[in-house]
């Protein structure tokens, strides 16, 4: 199947810094990734989708001014995680479908904030 | 509202049986159904899908088995093997690549040696 490429897989930052996620397609063009946050032993929570060369749209309770996501090209989306707060620490993980329809996802990263 | 409501929660089989999990959704506008299946750490992996126009599809030792009357779908493992023990997850979307999926809850599937 298609790559999804996720950076960084786990990252320790400091409450009210920023911390910055990549996730880039790696053998496909993604005109639309979508970004998911995951609790311990739960399902997966949209957070945004990411679409190139527009802003993304937002889920309802996600914080647009914390959780900025741009999605520059068609293969690379970041989502920076802005003044961190150890509540945000949890498990970030992207996804992007290819042209047949399928998502495909990142590795996922582990956001700690101390 | 849950789009796609999955169960059980968890579940716990012997090596070689089959694992059944099912998956129930309302949305009839859905035409592709994913499963997905996720280690501890790890994103999710496509695992294999099925279109409403098949009642059936195999790939490996994985099944899916659709019911479209009844918006349901499920995932057999046959043969399962320790080495299966993941959370697996069913979905559906519609076609358009600009659309979002919907997420089941989740199965924790352990498989004893």
């Known amino acids: 199947g298609a790559v999804v490429s996720q950076h960084p897989s786990r990252v320790i930052c400091k409450s009210g810094t920023s911390v910055k996620i990549e996730c880039r397609s790696l053998?496909?063009?993604?005109?639309?990734m979508f970004w998911y946050r995951q609790f311990p032993k739960k399902s997966l929570m949209l957070m945004a989708t990411s679409n190139e060369g527009s802003k993304a749209t937002y889920e309802q309770g996600v914080e647009k001014d914390k959780f900025l996501i741009n999605h520059a090209s068609l293969t690379l989306s970041t989502l920076t995680v802005t003044s961190a707060h150890p509540e945000d620490s949890s498990f970030y993980i992207c996804?992007?479908?290819?042209?047949?329809?399928?998502?495909?996802f990142g590795e996922g990263s582990r956001l700690t904030v101390l | 509202q849950q789009q796609v409501k999955q169960s059980p929660q968890s579940l716990i089989v012997q090596k070689g049986g089959i694992p059944i999990i099912n998956c129930a959704y309302e949305n009839t506008a859905f035409d592709y159904f994913p499963w997905y299946q996720q280690f501890p750490g790890k994103g999710p992996a496509l695992l294999i899908a099925i279109r409403p126009d098949v009642s059936e599809k195999k790939e490996g030792r994985f099944t899916i088995s659709f019911n479209k009357s009844a918006k349901q779908f499920s995932l057999h493992i046959m043969d399962s093997q320790p080495g299966d023990s993941a959370t697996y997850f069913c979905a559906a979307s519609m076609k358009d690549t600009g659309n979002q999926f919907y997420f089941g809850t989740g199965t924790s599937l352990t498989v004893i040696p």
């Open positions: 996804s992007a479908r290819g042209w047949g329809g399928e998502l495909f």
């Open positions: 053998d496909f063009q993604a005109t639309t």
